[in-house]
């Protein structure tokens, strides 16, 4: 089995920060479903702001919000830019979701990254 990358959401954008939480990003809801990524699933996100990386699990939330939780919270700022993806296991890559968003974290735009064929 080889890892390929499963979703990929551009353009998040820091909506509230929360240090006093166990962890995890709060990621609206219907962007999870419409990527397929599920609550608590492992997601993998960078700060474009500052180049930082780091994974965490996925939690649901409200439309518009995207929340870094715990120490997280540290690794980015209200209005930071935040790219995020997933990756998951196969034999060979059948494709991936692309999801580009505005700046109240709603899709602008989808795509997807080819299968092999």
Do not use: C
Not at 81 to 94: A, S
Request: hydrophobic residues 35%; charged residues 25%; aromatic residues 10%.
């Amino acid at each position: 089995m080889r890892e390929f990358v499963g979703a990929k959401l551009h353009g998040l954008i820091i909506t509230d920060k929360s240090l006093d939480y166990e962890g995890s990003a709060t990621i609206p809801v219907s962007l999870m479903q419409r990527a397929g990524i599920h609550p608590y699933e492992r997601v993998y996100l960078v700060n474009k702001a500052t180049g930082t990386r780091w994974d965490t699990y996925a939690l649901p939330g409200p439309e518009g919000q995207f929340v870094l939780n715990g120490a997280a919270a540290r690794l980015g700022e209200v209005g930071d830019e935040v790219l995020l993806w997933t990756f998951r296991e196969e034999e060979r890559y059948t494709g991936a979701v692309v999801l580009f968003l505005n700046h109240d974290n709603t899709v602008e735009r989808e795509t997807r990254y080819p299968g092999e064929k």
